[in-house]
T-cell receptor, first 111, second 114 residues
Framework: GQNIDQPTEMTATEGAIVQINCTYQ??????LFWYQQHAGEAPTFLSY????GLEEKGRFSSFLSRSKGYSYLLLKELQMKDSASYLCAVGRLGGYNKLIFGAGTRLAVHP | NAGVTQTPKFRILKIGQSMTLQCTQD?????MYWYRQDPGMGLKLIYY???????DKGEVPNGYNVSRSTTEDFPLRLELAAPSQTSVYFC?????????????FGPGTRLTVL
């Protein structure tokens, strides 16, 4: 079967660094996506990892370890506008469900 | 480009009523998807389409129907609304249907069935 776990909620302080973890179990793994979703809005694409290692995009970085079934999203220099839910999604080969989403981590950034 | 647009933004239905949620994309994407998002849960795939005239069931298709007469439009139909269909519905599209292809989401339709 498939399973994606991420923390339900996190809080952090403006200017700090936060790491949001995601663990997964799935067959036919073909990459891991991170999406950002502000309250009441659509998910928007943040990053994609298919090989092990770190991908950096400005203040956001995403890491993948396929052998451990583990990814994290690292947010640096937090800003208030980073308060949102962060969805981990696993890409799968074959079948209709090409993208399996976790429940999301709600991040609250405080001054 | 408007991207993916959805109407309406909000809707309240009574049990047993029917409605159609509209979705349009202007990116010439082949693949389109309908998801529902319940509080505290991940997005669940309802139906998807690989091109005009071709649709298929996702993980939670019961109670819904779709059609794809054009590349741009992918409406979702609820025939007999039930309280269990209270959710936020997102339409998405991607150029290809591979698992590595980025999906672009519409703003969502918040549906309440009373």
């Amino acid at each position: 079967g498939q399973n994606i776990d991420q923390p339900t909620e996190m809080t952090a302080t403006e200017g700090a660094i936060v790491q949001i973890n995601c663990t997964y179990q799935t067959s036919g793994f073909n990459g891991l996506f991170w999406y950002q979703q502000h309250a009441g809005e659509a998910p928007t694409f943040l990053s994609y990892n298919v090989l092990d290692g770190l991908e950096e995009k400005g203040r956001f970085s995403s890491f993948l370890s396929r052998s451990k079934g583990y990814s994290y999203l690292l947010l640096k220099e937090l800003q208030m506008k980073d308060s949102a839910s962060y969805l981990c999604a696993v890409g799968r080969l074959g079948g209709y469900n090409k993208l399996i989403f976790g429940a999301g981590t709600r991040l609250a950034v405080h001054p | 480009n408007a991207g993916v647009t959805q109407t309406p933004k909000f809707r309240i239905l009574k049990i047993g009523q029917s409605m159609t949620l509209q979705c349009t994309q202007d990116m010439n994407h082949n693949y389109m998807y309908w998801y529902r998002q319940d509080p505290g849960m991940g997005l669940k795939l309802i139906y998807y389409s690989v091109g005009a005239g071709i649709t298929d069931k996702g993980e939670v298709p019961n109670g819904y129907n779709v059609s794809r007469s054009t590349t741009e439009d992918f409406p979702l139909r609820l025939e007999l609304a039930a309280p269990s269909q209270t959710s936020v519905y997102f339409c998405a599209s991607s150029y290809a249907g591979t698992s590595t292809d980025t999906q672009y989401f519409g703003p969502g339709t918040r549906l309440t069935v009373l």
